[in-house]
């Protein structure tokens, strides 16, 4: 690209929303971010005059390490001739005039006076001498630099949606390792952000439905700005990446797991508030004084769910329970379908599945009821899951591979269990009668310890020694069989003489009684992992192989947004590492009639080394004598037991098209369980409903429904002149401006219902919530208004095949927007006082 001069072009990042959302992009040159530091006058290094930062016990004489040779009359004309020469390099890379030169780089400005007393008289210098130079210089920020070359009127070469990844610095340097390096604060992370969801869309309801509630609104807004605050500080490029040391993955972790805390409270108060105000409701409704009192006193174990995705869901939620012998009622007192199993986690813990349908942005309420006679209550609505055993089973050794196959069924698949082998096999779609060869395994890829032997693993890169091995000969199984669940558990070790397994894998498929909206739930085999501690230098992966031919052509996402198509590359040096890509939450490989999709929790790097394969890398511990990642302590050595989730989806193309996503936001938004003795009632009057929430079609999701509380002035100039002149406001939190935001799923195209744009009438999406006195639809942030904003255009060779044309944008009215496939639209929702 740089010899081509094409570091600069219009990106056109999305194939749906094509030149609408274009964006003109600078990639830097061979030169990086930071200022080539090299200057051929002097043994010193030049333009880091502030030198090297040390936190947190900085040199108290000031003197830093390799801090540059100052610009004085001696050193001013060379540093100039050498700032010249670097520049004039950099504009043969680039088609105009102006040159982007970046000063600094990581840890640098620690000592800005001290750098730009030395700048100064360098820019001073070079102006002066203009005419000799060739070159005049200035400070600009970034918005300088992209007005200039707008104003240049040049036509610029477009880009379609393709990425970049992934990005390698050195043949042996694929920077592919972060996308898995602490895996369990990945899913920590995850965890939070939906926990912040849940709690944002539950508090700005009971603002709303409550003005007059007795919860503190500003106390609760602090609650939430915990989390907000850990949500927001782990997604810096060192922190979810796992690239950080582990004192600061400890802060991380801490902060994080503070602001669930924090939430999760929040959301108990707003529960036991909601009831009591059910209970007003109960009494008005001439339920007797006597007989609530007496259901008031009873507190017995309660489950309240919450379905904080803005659609009607079915689903399991599973609490842990120390008795087989229960019940579960429904807050009408009726029995609900549900099942006991012995528990993987302790032998002294049963795991009780509850069947719930929950509309959404609510909640439903389970009573878990201890029953005396084990038989009465499995005669009732819970039934028990048997347990059959396998023993264990050597893959090397078995001659019968293949021979003895059994079913684990539900209405949607069977899944064929190699008994030779204790692996899965095959599966059958049984809507389309399809029957696919999947097969499963753990593999670890081994890597170089010794920077005197060859390349190494770190934080940041992925290097393997060679092909992945198998991490295990022997694996034992047993199945749990149930009315509702029937759960695969599979144990890997490392062979027949060892105690404890390495691996573990929990396969769970779901059979639904009639009258219950199953599909999204019968379409998925729910998989949980359990993986390490892994041996020193071993990267772990699931790899799954089928019989599709894919011609090792993979799919993954873009966070969690947008679909990337990876086509395998054979290079001369470290193939295994750059064929491997991020997966936020999803990834797929199809041949012409079948697809099969992973779905995960928390991100991974994920590959297809072969042909109907993919693999996703689960786990990482390594060790090395690099100086660098020593001194900052970033070898990985990460000795952890992990426990990621993956959802898979196997069936005709369409059929998952149209599953896929709804399957990922319900990954990514469980309903959130309240579980515990709670004093609320038991029972609720006959003919009690709870009051309706908003509700979306199923190609759009609620991104947001958030009250942000900061006060904001509209008025975007003088809020940034208020804050520069140090201006604050300092009254309470702004409570009557709610922040939503809606995206479209789909892309255009890819579904032919599901793609359709669709038209939204936001005062009666929120009636329930109150009467909306006024909707500002917002730049995606919730910054600008969106009538204040003016996109430059910029010059383009016409792409061919590119667009896809869509009508006016115009409104539909004061309150009704339509949304084009993958378009997300934020607004600001102004409710009238009540």
């Not at 959302?21 to 040159?29: A, K, L, R």
């Not at 979306?696 to 002149?725: A, R, V």
Request: net charge neutral; glycine share 6%; hydrophobic share 35%.
């Amino acid at each position: 690209m740089q010899k081509a001069k094409e570091l600069q072009f219009v990106w056109r990042g999305s194939p749906s929303l094509a030149e609408s959302q274009e964006i003109f992009t600078h990639v830097m040159d061979q030169y990086s971010y930071c200022t080539p530091s090299h200057i051929p006058f002097s043994n010193r290094s030049g333009f880091y005059w502030n030198g090297i930062a040390l936190f947190p016990n900085p040199p108290k004489d000031g003197v830093y390490p390799n801090m540059s040779l100052p610009v004085t009359n001696a050193s001013l004309s060379l540093y100039a001739r050498t700032m010249v020469a670097n520049i004039k390099e950099r504009a043969a890379w680039f088609r105009t005039r102006d040159v982007l030169w970046p000063w600094g780089c990581d840890k640098q400005f620690f000592n800005s006076s001290v750098q730009f007393a030395n700048m100064d008289p360098l820019l001073a210098y070079i102006n002066n001498h203009s005419e000799e130079f060739g070159v005049t210089v200035e400070y600009a920020t970034v918005s300088d630099y992209f007005r200039a070359i707008h104003d240049r009127n040049v036509t610029w070469n477009t880009r379609n949606q393709q990425d970049f990844l992934p990005y390698s610095t050195e043949p042996f340097q694929s920077w592919t390792g972060f996308y898995t390096s602490r895996s369990s604060l990945k899913g920590i992370a995850r965890r939070g952000s939906s926990c912040l969801y849940a709690g944002e869309s539950m508090f700005t309801q009971y603002v709303l439905k409550n003005p007059q509630g007795p919860l503190s609104k500003p106390e609760s807004l602090e609650q939430l700005k915990k989390l907000r605050w850990a949500v927001s500080e782990v997604q810096h490029h060192d922190g979810i990446t796992g690239t950080e040391s582990p004192k600061v993955r400890d802060m991380y972790v801490d902060n994080l797991m503070e602001g669930m805390f924090d939430v999760k409270k929040l959301m108990v108060s707003i529960v036991l508030d909601m009831f009591r105000a059910e209970k007003k409701e109960e009494l008005q409704a001439g339920v007797s004084d006597r007989d609530s009192g007496k259901r008031g006193s009873e507190v017995k174990p309660c489950a309240v769910v919450y379905n904080p995705l803005a659609w009607t869901i079915t689903t399991f939620v599973t609490v842990s329970v120390r008795s087989p012998s229960v019940v579960v009622v429904d807050e009408s007192g009726h029995p609900v379908p549900a099942q006991i199993q012995n528990s993987t986690d302790s032998q002294s813990i049963y795991d009780l599945y509850i069947l719930t349908t929950i509309k959404g942005l609510s909640y439903r309420r389970y009573y878990i009821k201890l029953t005396g006679k084990f038989e009465e209550a499995h005669q009732e609505s819970t039934s028990i899951a048997r347990v059959f055993q396998f023993g264990r089973k050597s893959k090397k050794s078995s001659r019968c591979s293949g021979r003895r196959l059994f079913p684990v069924t539900n209405e949607c698949y069977s899944i064929l269990m190699d008994q030779g082998t204790n692996l899965m096999h095959s599966i059958i779609e049984r809507e389309s009668n399809q029957t696919v060869r999947v097969t499963q395994q753990f593999l670890e890829y081994k890597v170089n310890a010794d920077l005197e032997h060859g390349p190494i693993s770190d934080n940041y890169l992925f290097t393997p020694d060679g092909s992945a091995v198998e991490a295990s000969d022997v694996v034992g199984l047993e199945i749990v069989a149930g009315k509702l669940v029937t759960e695969i558990r599979q144990y890997f070790y490392r062979n027949f003489t060892v105690k404890d397994y390495t691996y573990a894998a929990y396969s769970r498929i779901f059979h639904i009684p009639e009258g219950y909206d199953g599909k999204l739930l019968c379409h998925r085999i729910e998989q949980e992992y359990r993986v390490g501690p892994l041996k020193l230098n071993r990267e772990a992966v699931l790899r799954t192989s089928t019989d599709l031919n894919s011609h090792q052509v993979l799919y993954t996402d873009d966070n969690g947004y947008q679909m990337q198509r990876r086509t395998y590359k054979a290079y001369v040096n470290n193939t295994v590492a750059r064929n491997y890509y991020p997966m936020v939450q999803t990834a797929f490989i199809e041949d012409s009639r079948t697809r099969l999709v992973l779905l995960s929790e928390r991100s991974h790097g994920v590959s297809s080394q072969g042909n109907g394969q993919i693999e996703v890398m689960l786990h990482r511990r390594l060790w090395n004598n690099f100086e660098w990642d020593l001194y900052y302590n970033l070898t990985l050595n990460d000795k952890s037991v992990v426990q990621p989730t993956l959802w898979l989806l196997l069936g005709p193309k369409p059929v998952t098209t149209a599953l896929y996503q709804m399957s990922r936001m319900a990954l990514e938004h469980k309903p959130f369980v309240i579980f515990g003795e709670l004093p609320i009632d038991n029972q609720m009057p006959p003919g009690y409903l709870q009051k309706d929430a908003p509700t979306l079609p199923s190609s759009l999701h609620l991104q947001i429904l958030s009250i942000p509380g900061w006060q904001y002035s509209g008025n975007h100039t003088e809020h940034l002149q208020n804050l520069q002149k140090g201006h604050r406001k300092e009254s309470g939190p702004d409570l009557s401006r709610v922040l939503l935001r809606i995206c479209h799923l789909f892309e255009a195209g890819e579904d032919p219902d599901l793609s359709q744009p669709v038209a939204v009438n936001l005062k009666s999406l929120l009636q329930s919530l109150g009467t909306v006195a006024s909707v500002e639809e917002r730049s995606l942030t919730g910054t600008w208004d969106v009538k204040d904003l003016s996109r430059w255009r910029w010059k383009t060779a016409k792409l061919k095949g590119q667009d896809f044309h869509r009508s006016s944008k115009t409104p539909l009215g004061n309150s009704t927007f339509v949304l084009y496939p993958k378009e997300i639209k934020t607004f600001f929702i102004h409710f009238q006082e009540q």
